[in-house]
């Protein structure tokens, strides 16, 4: 919002719209095979208010046999702020992100931030947008995992009759993931061995009406540290 800020459940947002022309696509925090997310920073690294970009649910996109995961048409990136002792800013952010059809084009634009703390605003579209962000609150989808191998996992809903309308996505800050929908469950597979992963796994799952994320801790995975032997019988 242009001298405004929008202020929704005791935190203080801006949003960035990004408009795609047909067949275009930008990315989710994890865009699969191709992509990168979209990132923001102050021009001055040295101003105090943290920024955190939230990430609406996404979609998954397959162009030549590329499967990709993120955004067409329009999406706006809700984008927390953290309030310090100022009640306005007038400062420049650098925004890096990528857009992709036939080609991908890198765009790297620096945008100036005009935002009052004393103004709430209100848009019907940017909370629209902040309602499909995935939130840890939630607690409508449980999940039972199960160690396939060093590499794989195997995701069970628990108690749940509509696996054919829900979408899952995963993102880790230590890997990359791929997750496949199977018939009656979820298989993610990591880039690493799950034994070298220290940082939260967060899955993003959705129905189409309830948006929710849930963490694991990799040092907690059942069986982690159990090793298959093999024995050959001659």
Known sequence: PSNGVFLVEDKYYFG????????????????????????????????????KVLFPFPGKFLDHDVSTIGYENQVIFPVEIQKDEVD??????????LVCKDICIPISETKKLTLNFLKEVVSDSFLKSYKTVPKRKQNYFNIDHKIVSSEKIKLDLINNDEFENIQLFAHSED???????????????????????????????????????????PNKFENKNTKIIYYVIL
């Open 175 to 217: 890997t990359n993931l791929k997750v496949k929908k199977l018939k009656s469950f979820f298989e993610v597979e990591f880039d690493d061995n799950i034994n070298s992963l220290t940082k939260p796994i967060n899955f993003s799952i959705s129905n189409g009406k309830v948006y929710q994320e849930i963490s694991f801790d």
């Open 88 to 97: 306005k800013i007038n400062e420049k952010i650098d925004l890096n992100y």
């Open 16 to 51: 960035v719209k990004i408009d795609l022309q047909k067949g275009w696509k930008t990315y989710w925090k994890n865009p699969g095979d191709a992509g990168a997310p979209l990132t923001i920073n102050w021009k001055d690294s040295s101003f105090p208010n943290k920024l």
